[in-house]
């Protein structure tokens, strides 16, 4: 007996619809009681060298209206942490808080060659982005850093983080949030917000964790917006850099300009920093880092200074040769700090 095309769709839908049927309970088994917002899709994994493993654009953050945010996570691959983890190492990407990349800074060729680098000797480094001025103003990205360093600590034994040990590190713009982060320790203006049905949350996993740091390196970073902050910008100018990240004219929103100083939160009990500038930074005049290392001095925080000569901003010299000796001399600098402050174990 022949077996018309039409009958044999039908048939064929009677099969898939069975075979369907027979699959459901698989599938409802994996049905949670209610909306599931963790990203399920395998984990990607590189390897680099000094056998170190990196799990890119994890995502810490997933906000009503907003991109999810995402950092790339490098960690010795085989090494002995000690019983409580590796230290952490935080780095925040420049761009004039309107751009930027989590991959990319300065002159290095292949940073995140760099990260992995400064994993290989016992530490966990991330990478993160956050919200840029196009999407929301100040405090937005500097909340969303302190976000990332919550998530870290909540996923410790994930990642095998010592919650106790870490350095916040940022270039230009990062280095500004950076040293908001490092100073803004319990200021809960600026901390966080954490909700659950459009109300505060306070039994949040992230609400428990702390987002002080130990440690701070600030290059080439903005701390004071009431002095100048950018070299080339009309800090009146509400369509500057500065204007866009702030939500406002620079010249009207004092307040709003203090709070989002680093230089303004400066206590004693701020962490120890590393600050390197270049001598004749164009973009963030070399006296941001030198009035910032005099108030930290003031307060008898531990601080170092570094000026390098004779070059430009993201240590950019007059030759190529000039802006690699600058840049590996600042990156020297930068895990020596790291190694005396939270002591990696190579």
């Given at each position: 007996?022949?077996?018309?095309?039409?009958?044999?769709?039908?048939?064929?839908?009677?099969?898939a619809?069975?075979?369907?049927?027979a699959?459901?309970?698989?599938?409802?088994?994996?049905v949670?009681?209610?909306?599931?917002?963790?990203?399920?899709?395998?984990?990607?994994a590189?390897?680099?060298?000094?056998?170190?493993e990196s799990?890119?654009d994890?995502?810490?953050?997933?906000?009503?209206?907003?991109?999810?945010?995402?950092?790339?996570?490098?960690?010795?691959?085989?090494?002995?942490?000690s019983?409580?983890?590796?230290?952490?190492?935080?780095?925040?990407?420049?761009?004039?808080?309107?751009?930027?990349h989590?991959?990319?800074?300065?002159?290095f060729?292949?940073?995140?060659?760099?990260?992995?680098?400064?994993?290989?000797?016992?530490?966990?480094?991330?990478?993160?982005?956050?919200?840029?001025?196009?999407?929301a103003?100040?405090?937005?990205?500097l909340?969303?850093v302190?976000?990332?360093?919550?998530?870290?600590?909540?996923?410790s034994?994930?990642?095998?983080i010592?919650?106790?040990?870490?350095?916040?590190?940022?270039?230009?713009?990062?280095?500004?949030?950076?040293?908001?982060?490092?100073?803004s320790?319990?200021i809960?203006?600026?901390?966080?917000?954490?909700?659950k049905?459009?109300?505060?949350?306070?039994?949040?996993v992230?609400?428990?964790?702390?987002?002080?740091v130990?440690?701070?390196?600030?290059?080439?970073?903005?701390?004071?917006?009431?002095?100048?902050?950018?070299?080339?910008?009309?800090?009146?100018?509400?369509?500057?850099?500065?204007?866009?990240?702030?939500?406002?004219?620079?010249?009207?929103?004092?307040?709003?300009?203090?709070?989002a100083s680093?230089?303004?939160?400066?206590?004693?009990?701020?962490?120890?920093?590393?600050l390197?500038?270049?001598?004749?930074?164009?973009?963030v005049?070399?006296?941001?880092?030198?009035?910032?290392?005099?108030?930290?001095?003031?307060?008898?925080?531990?601080?170092?200074?570094m000026?390098?000569?004779?070059?430009?901003?993201?240590?950019?010299?007059?030759?190529?040769?000039?802006?690699?000796?600058?840049?590996?001399?600042?990156l020297?600098?930068?895990?020596a700090?790291?190694?005396?402050?939270?002591?990696?174990?190579?």
């Open positions: 007996m022949k077996v018309g095309f039409l009958s044999t769709v039908l048939i064929g839908a009677a099969v619809t069975l075979a369907a049927r699959e459901a309970p698989a599938v409802d088994a994996a949670a009681a209610a909306p599931v917002l963790d990203d399920r899709y395998p984990r990607v590189a390897e680099f060298a000094g056998d170190v799990f890119p994890l995502v810490y953050s997933v906000l009503p209206g907003y991109r999810p945010l995402r950092l790339d996570l490098y960690k010795p691959k085989r090494s002995a942490a019983a409580a983890g590796f230290p952490l190492v935080v780095y925040i990407h420049g761009g004039g808080w309107q751009s930027g989590t991959r990319h800074s300065g002159a060729a292949n940073w995140p060659a760099v990260l992995a680098k400064l994993s290989s000797k016992g530490y966990v480094v991330v990478s993160v982005e956050y919200r840029l001025s196009s999407e103003r100040f405090p937005a990205a909340q969303d302190k976000t990332a360093i919550r998530w870290l600590r909540a996923r034994i994930d990642y095998s010592d919650r106790a040990k870490a350095v916040v590190w940022g270039g230009s713009a990062g280095g500004q949030l950076a040293a908001l982060a490092a100073t320790c319990g809960e203006e600026l901390a966080p917000k954490f909700t049905d459009g109300k505060p949350d306070t039994t949040s992230l609400a428990a964790q702390s987002d002080c130990q440690g701070l390196v600030a290059w080439y970073g903005v701390f004071d917006f009431a002095a100048q902050p950018l070299a080339n910008q009309r800090p009146e100018s509400a369509d500057s850099p500065v204007g866009k990240y702030l939500g406002c004219n620079p010249a009207d929103c004092g307040p709003t300009a203090a709070l680093p230089i303004t939160h400066v206590e004693a009990r701020d962490p120890p920093a590393l390197i500038h270049g001598e004749i930074d164009k973009v005049p070399a006296a941001q880092s030198k009035a910032f290392n005099a108030a930290l001095r003031a307060r008898n925080v531990p601080v170092e200074l000026i390098i000569p004779g070059v430009d901003h993201s240590f950019i010299g007059s030759s190529e040769g000039q802006t690699r000796e600058a840049s590996l001399a600042a020297s600098k930068t895990f700090f790291i190694d005396a402050t939270i002591g990696g174990k190579p």
